[in-house]
């Protein structure tokens, strides 16, 4: 059964660097695996090219499904595809997954030839201008002088606003969707909390536990039960779940009653059961380190004052984990570096997720912006 | 990449436009689907932005590759540093604001010369409706009273005495009725006027 507008079924492909790539910690991994997916055609002159970066759990595989009988397709199934706002019949799209990561891509879970066992705590830390420098890589790999777009949500959003300051020649618009400048404090606890779930958990023996032929569940659910409160606003969480009961009654005990901890609690237990902790515990301290302006005297607009590419600016009105307020500030630093960009506050109930969500003035705004990009490519 | 210029510009907005200077930064505020943006850009290249509060007309922007920020002009224009802009555009949007004062004094802050436009409600039909009782609605405030966006009505000579009462200085007047100029007793026989102000 075809689905309509989908991308169909895709398969992951693997690049293979053997250049160093010396990492902004200053460790250095000698060769590395980049497993990605691509959708579409690279046009002639190779101008139609898009770059889906992934947020924090995410992975390269953004449309269509592995499989016939896949349960979901990719996690951005709804905006990516012919006839979607990010239209594969116009745009050559690649999705990555990042250095670090646990789906195919060289991380901590793969086995380090030097050892033959897997790199666990020996993973160097890797940040977000460490990944857009990887990604550049793969760029050359395939032929892509210069990306039409770089697109991501949240973690990814940073990554699409590094790569207009790391390389500025290389991307034509930049769209960050869900994001922020660097991370608040509370971001930061938050993250913390996730983390000492994950270190503190008996199972993780120090980010080695693959020797011990076990793994940190426990710590990898707690964290992620906690994550997916923060990227729930409470309207949303009533809204789905309120204070609905399983059974109609109290039970007076700590068993599931309410449907928001069954919720969160199948959620966490999903993830645990296929998420890396390692890889969990890098991504979210990639969060923590971003901070773009730091090298630039602190201002924002002076880091982004060489960037040459157009910026298309997006934040939704019930996402408190990255508010409005700080696309707003990115929003800010852009307009006082006199960067051509626009900004749109999406309403929604959905919080941080909603840049997930198929909402329609959110496509509509996606596919305007994107169409116009698509025009560029063809002239 | 150019577009087609659109010669349907409203008669209120081409007089903005021959005020704009070719080569500007111009801020358009309440700036709809764009298009005098667009119109500036394509016969003058001056860049800038436009302000609005309704995503569908920002979707309009961006569709007409106009950068756009969305945003709620009561709550200031705190984005925008100090004399960033050579002109600051409000237009038919003054009325429905709920702070003008302030607007006005960040229209100056934020730009050199600020382009202001307003139904003007001393336009006789306005005056006679209020005589036969009734609350005007005309072609320049074309609501009701009960659905009427507006809640800082003024007229020609009004607008004056607040420009006055600040030490805002009158650069340019222009008042219209269906888009053709009114030189005679302008508060009375025009239905819109255009204001080029500069800061004291």
């Not at chain 1, 050892?115 to 990887?134: E, H």
């Not at chain 1, 990306?147 to 940073?158: C, I, P, R, T, Y």
Request: with cysteine.
């Amino acid at each position: 059964m075809a689905e309509p507008n989908s991308v169909g079924i895709v398969t992951a492909q693997t690049a293979h660097f053997d250049q160093p790539l010396t990492l902004m910690s200053g460790a250095v991994l000698p060769a590395y695996d980049l497993t990605y997916e691509t959708y579409g055609r690279l046009n002639a002159d190779k101008s139609n090219a898009i770059l889906i970066c992934h947020a924090l759990s995410g992975h390269h595989h953004v449309a269509g499904r592995h499989r016939l009988d896949d349960k979901s397709p990719g996690w951005w199934d709804n905006m990516i595809g012919p006839g979607k706002p990010i239209d594969t019949n116009r745009f050559f799209v690649v999705g990555v997954n990042n250095l670090g990561g646990c789906h195919g891509s060289t991380g901590p879970s793969t086995i380090n030839p030097d050892t033959g066992k897997p790199y666990g705590s020996r993973f160097p830390l890797v940040l977000v201008a460490d990944w857009v420098n990887a990604q550049a890589r793969l760029a050359d790999y395939l032929g892509i002088q210069q990306w039409a777009a770089v697109v991501g949500g949240s973690l990814g959003g940073m990554q699409a606003l590094r790569w207009s300051i790391s390389f500025p020649e290389r991307i034509r618009h930049s769209i960050v969707i869900a994001s922020a400048p660097k991370l608040t404090a509370q971001n930061i606890a938050f993250n913390d909390v996730a983390r000492q779930a994950i270190l503190t958990d008996p199972d993780f023996h120090g980010g080695d536990f693959y020797e011990h032929h076990t793994v940190p569940k426990r710590g990898l659910r707690l964290a992620r039960m906690l994550g997916h409160i923060t990227y729930l606003s409470d309207d949303g969480m009533g809204e789905k779940f309120g204070r609905m009961l399983r059974s109609g009654e109290y039970k007076y005990g700590f068993d599931v009653e309410f449907e928001i901890e069954s919720y969160l609690r199948f959620q966490g237990d999903r993830f645990s059961g296929t998420f890396d902790a390692n890889t969990y515990l890098i991504m979210t301290k990639a969060l923590d380190y971003f901070d773009p302006a730091r090298h630039y005297e602190h201002s924002l607009s002076k880091a982004l004052e060489q960037a040459k590419a157009r910026f298309l600016v997006v934040s939704f009105t019930s996402d408190w984990r990255f508010s409005p307020a700080r696309s707003k500030e990115i929003v800010k630093a852009l307009l006082d570096a006199k960067k051509h960009v626009s900004y749109a506050e999406i309403e929604s109930a959905h919080g941080h997720d909603a840049f997930l969500m198929d909402d329609k003035p959110y496509h509509d705004l996606m596919r305007a912006y994107m169409t116009n990009i698509a025009k560029e490519c063809a002239a | 990449m150019s577009r087609p210029v659109t010669n349907k510009l409203r008669p209120d907005l081409l007089r903005i436009a021959n005020w704009i200077k070719p080569d500007t930064r111009v801020l358009d505020l309440g700036c709809g689907d764009g298009s005098l943006l667009v119109h500036l850009r394509d016969t003058k290249q001056v860049s800038g932005y436009g302000v609005e509060i309704d995503v569908s007309n920002v979707i309009a922007c961006v569709a007409n590759g106009v950068d756009v920020i969305q945003n709620d002009l009561d709550s200031g224009l705190a984005g925008f540093e100090s004399d960033s802009f050579d002109f600051v555009v409000l237009s038919l949007t003054l009325q429905s604001m709920r702070h003008v004062e302030r607007v006005v004094e960040e229209m100056l802050r934020v730009g050199h010369e600020a382009i202001v436009t307003f139904p003007n409600f001393g336009y006789w039909k306005n005056r006679l409706q209020i005589f036969q009782g009734h609350m005007p609605v005309s072609e320049t405030i074309p609501y009701e009273w009960y659905n009427t966006p507006n809640i800082h009505l003024c007229t020609v000579r009004d607008f004056e005495f607040f420009c006055e009462a600040r030490g805002i200085h009158l650069l340019d007047r222009v008042v219209l009725h269906e888009g053709v100029d009114v030189d005679i007793l302008p508060n009375l026989f025009g239905s819109l006027a255009i204001y080029r102000i500069r800061r004291p």
